[in-house]
């Protein structure tokens, strides 16, 4: 059962460029959604982080907005760097379970 | 990320016992050991809170873990599969309200010939 999900599996962009990464959800229950962002060899790292409570949170370049009626989200990434090269993972959780993890975005921002 | 530091960093396995160790320099209370398969998410397998295992995801019966202080973590493995293959990571988090923060180690490699 695939509570969360995102799309697109692979996404491209160009340098500048603003990166849109979708994720859904199942659980009307989930209220915590963390994105994290994870580099070839290393661990998964929070990027950002958003609360039901609230529809859009920024820091920087990145923007989650939460849309709770439709249970969907979406990272935007402005002005993306080649560092941004990486795959991002849309999570969610509530109360009572442990967070469960989207199948990922791989993201590549090429010069 | 030295504050989660995992050993070994690659493990490379016929049909053996090994174990993976884990130890968090951060104070937290909860910490996890997750599965990450080629081209997967992270999977959820083991947490403990205060070195009492609370929650234990369906995972093969010869994984094993065990957590001798709330810092340190192992994960003792007996007759891997080829199917264990993959990077198994350690988090933790500052306790278990389950909408925290996890912070990850840097995994080990588990490759099973």
């Known amino acids: 059962q695939q509570q969360v999900r995102q799309s697109p599996q692979s996404l491209t962009v160009w340098e500048g460029e603003t990166a849109i990464l979708n994720c859904s959800y199942e659980?009307?229950?989930?209220?915590?959604f963390p994105w994290y962002q994870q580099f070839p060899g290393e661990g998964p790292a929070l990027l950002i982080s958003?609360?039901?409570?609230?529809d859009k949170k920024e820091d920087g370049r990145f923007t989650i907005f939460f849309n709770k009626r439709e249970k969907k989200l979406s990272l935007h990434i402005t002005d993306s760097q080649p560092g941004d090269s990486a795959t991002y993972f849309c999570?969610?959780?509530?109360?009572?379970?442990?967070?469960?993890f989207g199948a990922g975005t791989k993201l590549s921002v090429k010069p | 990320n030295t504050k989660i530091t995992q050993s070994p960093r690659y493990l490379i396995l016929g049909r053996a016992n090994k174990s993976l160790e884990c130890e968090q320099h951060?104070?937290?209370?909860?910490m996890y050991w997750y599965k990450q398969s080629a081209e997967k998410p992270p999977e959820l397998m083991f947490l403990?809170?205060?070195?009492?295992?609370?929650r234990n995801e369906t995972v093969p019966s010869r994984f094993i873990p065990e957590c001798p202080d709330s810092s340190k973590l192992l994960l003792h493995i007996s007759a891997v599969d080829p199917e264990d293959s993959a990077v198994y990571f350690c988090?933790?988090?500052?306790?278990?309200?389950?909408?925290?923060?996890?912070?990850f180690g840097h995994g080990t490699k588990l490759s099973v010939l």
């Open positions: 951060l104070g937290h209370n909860a």
């Open positions: 958003i609360r039901s409570v609230s």
């Open positions: 403990y809170n205060l070195k009492q295992l609370i």
């Open positions: 988090a933790s988090s500052p306790g278990t309200g389950w909408n925290e923060r996890l912070f």
């Open positions: 659980d009307s229950t989930f209220n915590y």
């Open positions: 999570a969610a959780s509530n109360n009572n379970n442990a967070p469960r």
